[in-house]
């Protein structure tokens, strides 16, 4: 098996993907969005980190973490978030489909792909870049066509915040425009 090293940096920001069991379509339901977040909540109250950016779509998620500045341990939090929410799914729905069926290896959730997709943020331009490619990423599988009528990120935090206009994103698909964040 391969030997998978992460760069660790103290205080550093990293895109995470997270992917379900062979896609399973986990995430469809606001009952399980709400689920994962209570999770990642949870989880933060133990090992703290800044969320950044996120957005949950029905079978992966996308977050953007910051780790405190003496902190490098982004796995841990990972782990812990995942593990917490395949414990609430199980308490509240059972087994997964997979582990009922058997396709799951022993000590397994069936719930989540076994390892996560990181990338260390390098500077503002890729930190802006991560953000735009987070709330954009509902239209680009063909889940809406705008941005704004994808419930489960933090586009609207970041329209709030005065980052984007809430029609962001829409003039993407039309004419092939690069928007960016903070525009």
Not at 62 to 82: A, F, V
């Amino acid at each position: 098996m391969p030997n998978y090293r992460r760069v660790k940096v103290k205080g550093g920001t990293y895109f995470i993907t997270l992917v379900t069991f062979k896609r399973q379509i986990i995430f469809a339901t606001a009952e399980n969005r709400e689920l994962f977040i209570k999770s990642l909540n949870h989880v933060r109250k133990y090992h703290p980190f800044h969320l950044e950016a996120y957005c949950i779509l029905p079978d992966h998620i996308h977050l953007l973490i910051r780790l405190l500045e003496d902190d490098d341990n982004i796995s841990l939090r990972i782990s812990e978030i995942k593990k917490r929410f395949s414990k609430l799914y199980s308490k509240n729905f059972g087994q997964s489909p997979a582990k009922n069926a058997g396709l799951v290896r022993p000590g397994r959730s069936g719930l989540w792909q076994q390892r996560f997709w990181e990338h260390t943020i390098r500077n503002e331009e890729d930190l802006h870049r991560h953000i735009d490619y987070i709330h954009y990423n509902p239209v680009k599988h063909g889940l809406v066509h705008k941005v704004k009528d994808w419930p489960s990120s933090s586009f609207f935090d970041y329209v709030k915040a005065g980052n984007y206009q809430i029609d962001w994103g829409e003039a993407y698909q039309d004419d092939n425009e690069k928007h960016t964040y903070g525009e």
